[in-house]
């Protein structure tokens, strides 16, 4: 079949098939990395699309996120540390019902202190939850929106209903990261 093709175009075609396949190969493994990726981050990675442009420059950033927080040593929570938080909790939330606005703020500053009791650095709020996101990514949608009440300034008041999402948001973070247990494994995307 091949008799009639010189040596010379033989070589020329099992070339170019060669580069076919090598391409398919980093086609697939650039797929499947962005997959794990999003799996992995959730809506952060769609956010982080949004944010640097470009889904190359946003697994970048994620992979940049993946390294940061592997150098902190997050640990769990000793038992009398755990019970003082948890009373500080008990106190920002019985405050919810007569200073809704406040117990929300305190509530958002006790996350913040929480993270940092458990190995976070302590930085802005977009630092950590960009840090926050490697280990929970799935709560970063609520902690993000319970930050954004908190955060309002004064004349910009948050109704009553938007608190109350807040102050619940804020519990479903604070439960997960007050919980005795070791933070998610982080795997890098293949």
């Known amino acids: 079949m091949f008799s009639h093709f010189t040596l010379a175009q033989l070589i020329v075609v099992a070339v170019v098939i060669l580069f076919v396949v090598a391409i398919a190969v980093a086609t697939y493994l650039e797929k499947r990395k962005t997959r794990a990726l999003r799996n992995r981050f959730g809506s952060e990675y769609d956010r982080a699309v949004l944010s ?17 927080v592997n150098a902190f040593k997050i640990h769990e ?8 938080f948890l009373a500080a909790w008990q106190t920002v939330q019985s405050r919810f019902v007569d200073y809704p606005k406040a117990a929300v703020t305190e509530a958002d500053n006790l996350i913040a202190a929480l993270l940092v009791a458990r190995g976070y650095p302590r930085d802005t709020f977009e630092q950590s939850a960009a840090d926050l996101s490697v280990t929970h990514p ?41 919980q005795a247990q070791r933070p998610i494994e982080t795997r890098t995307a293949a």
């Open 52 to 68: 640097h442009g470009s889904s190359r420059k946003a697994e970048a950033k994620l992979a940049g996120r993946e390294t940061r």
């Open 77 to 84: 929570l000793g038992a009398s540390e755990r019970e003082r």
């Open 138 to 178: 799935r709560m970063m949608e609520g902690y993000r929106a319970a930050h954004a009440i908190a955060a309002r300034p004064p004349g910009s008041e948050a109704s009553t209903e938007e608190l109350r999402g807040a102050m619940i948001q804020s519990r479903a973070i604070f439960d997960e990261l007050i």
